[in-house]
């Protein structure tokens, strides 16, 4: 079966491009998928644009949209482990990981499936006259062009789609080309839960061919982007012509603050989690440790030694605990920017090289690595490794601490660890970040906000901001009892 999804049709690329879908684990074949061109993306648009003005979904209810959310959620459900088993191939991630972001995007479904049948945004505005009645209404944006990431393909793409639908909106949905196999699978479940004929549109390609004319393309109202900081200005200045909306998530480099009060135990096993999880391509990882001088060495050590036990492996290999990165030009990239941290002085405690494991070669792994003794000013601090690879600095007290979590252009989320209940209460005030963990990190609900500030990003995906960015507001005036003003004689 063809690949693209376009007006409610599966169909090939135009130009009969294919790409090959390899594991990252391994680098065996796991299919060949059509690749779309500009002929496709536009074809995609256009199926949009039609469904939005012409066709049924902009105008049923919402109790019914959310129904039918609530569909794609139990059908979700039904399909997980196949979905997981797909996505762990494309990524490398494994299984059991894989299956915990299947619960988590069936739950995504559930929460906007549920507020988008609750109603209730609409408002009656006081205008001061009874012979007016004023109401502030919402209203979808129209097409919107939804362009995902490779790191949590499905994830992010619910964190998208959801809201759209639930607001009435169409879409074109463009997921990373390396990880496009749960995108399809999405598209059919859709069609089985009852989602008319061109809502939903899938094309299957890269940036600069595809992408960039979702982001270009004056009938496309909106464009909502998880990515890379560099292509998300690029977005933004390509959006900027036609004046569309847009919402950003850029990635961060976020602070992990451990106080020397700390549970020790505890934070350094969520220290682990929050930058080895998924091997470090996590947007929200936790890279950046700043440990309190009188903790830092005895805090390292047990890390570090934690760290060197971390076993590799596949998707499927049940004694794993870290996998691949995604390809080998992500883990060059990686190797790079550890070898100029160490050229900046940065002292390497452990990782810093791929496995010797024979069983590994065909993969794309790289050791956990600890780099140590960091400043503010070398490239691994400022930097996104979007790897496994923690950095660590040291503060002194409160206020260093949070100057130096916050001396960064990003500003996704973060952490702070102590027992002290003001002083976490103190430090997640003053830090800049869209979440602030205490004494945890990672753990996120569909109910909450998510979303960066400074060069993160801006807007908000979850909670009832991000079915919010899907919709534009609108007042209604209507005068019950008209007369002449005679303003003018």
Same mark, same amino acid.
């Given at each position: ?9 599966? !169909? ?45 979904? /902009? ?30 191939? +494309? ?9 915990? +972001? ?8 559930? &929460?906007?499936?549920?507020? !988008? ?22 209203? /979808? ?11 949590? /393909? ?27 196999? !749960? ?135 049940? +004694? ?19 070898? #100029? ?22 993969? &794309? ?33 409160? =206020? ?7 001396? !960064? ?11 002290? #209940? ?17 004494? +945890?990190?990672?753990?996120?609900? /569909? ?21 919010? =960015? &899907? ?19």
């Amino acid at each position: 079966m063809p690949d693209l999804f376009i007006g409610g049709e599966w !169909t090939a690329a135009v130009d009969g491009n294919v790409r090959e879908i390899r594991c990252p684990a391994d680098g065996t074949l796991v299919a060949v998928i059509d690749e779309a061109g500009p002929k496709d993306a536009a074809a995609a648009i256009a199926a949009a644009r039609d469904a939005f003005d012409s066709g049924p979904w /902009p105008h049923t209810p919402a109790a019914e949209r959310g129904r039918l959310l609530l569909r794609v959620a139990d059908l979700l459900e039904r399909d997980k482990d196949v979905l997981a088993r797909a996505e762990s191939l +494309d990524t490398g991630k494994r299984q059991v990981e894989s299956e915990y +972001d299947m619960d988590d995007i069936a739950a995504c479904f559930r &929460y906007f499936g549920n507020l !988008t049948a609750s109603g209730g945004t609409d408002r009656v505005v006081d205008a001061g006259n009874p012979q007016v009645d004023s109401r502030v209404v919402h209203e /979808p944006v129209g097409v919107c062009s939804l362009i995902t990431p490779w790191n949590y /393909p499905l994830l992010q793409t619910a964190w998208k789609v959801a809201p759209a639908l639930g607001a009435g909106n169409t879409f074109v949905l463009k997921p990373s080309e390396l990880t496009p196999h !749960t995108a399809i699978m999405l598209m059919r479940l859709l069609t089985e839960a009852g989602l008319p004929a061109g809502a939903a549109n899938l094309v299957l390609g890269t940036g600069p061919v595809v992408g960039a004319p979702l982001t270009e393309d004056p009938h496309v109202d909106m464009v909502s982007f998880t990515g890379g900081l560099v292509t998300g200005r690029r977005i933004m200045a390509a959006a900027a012509p036609t004046v569309k909306k847009v919402a950003l998530e850029l990635g961060g480099k976020n602070p992990n603050i451990v106080f020397a009060d700390v549970d020790f135990d505890a934070a350094v096993d969520h220290a682990l989690m929050a930058v080895f999880l998924h091997s470090g391509q996590v947007c929200s990882a936790g890279a950046r440790l700043l440990v309190q001088n009188t903790l830092h060495d005895r805090f390292v050590d047990e890390l570090v030694t934690r760290a060197r036990a971390i076993r590799l492996g596949g998707p499927f290999d049940p +004694d794993a605990r870290a996998g691949p990165l995604i390809s080998a030009e992500h883990r060059q990239k990686v190797e790079a920017y550890v070898a #100029a941290g160490l050229a900046e002085g940065a002292v390497l405690r452990c990782g810093g090289t791929r496995p010797a494991d024979p069983a590994l070669a065909g993969g &794309y792994y790289y050791l956990p690595t600890v780099l140590d003794e960091c400043t503010p000013g070398m490239s691994v601090v400022r930097d996104e490794s979007f790897g496994p690879v923690l950095t660590v600095e040291r503060f002194r007290d409160e =206020e260093e601490a949070v100057a130096l979590a916050n001396d !960064t252009m990003y500003g996704l989320a973060g952490a702070v660890w102590s027992q002290d #209940a003001g002083r976490t209460h103190r430090v997640a005030a003053r830090l800049r970040a869209g979440t602030v963990w205490i004494n +945890d990190f990672h753990p996120y609900v /569909p109910q909450a906000e998510w979303g960066g500030v400074k060069q993160s990003g801006f807007g908000r995906e979850l909670g009832p901001a991000g079915l919010a =960015e &899907y919709r534009e507001t609108k007042h209604i005036w209507r005068n019950l009892e008209p007369k002449p003003q005679r303003w003018f004689e």
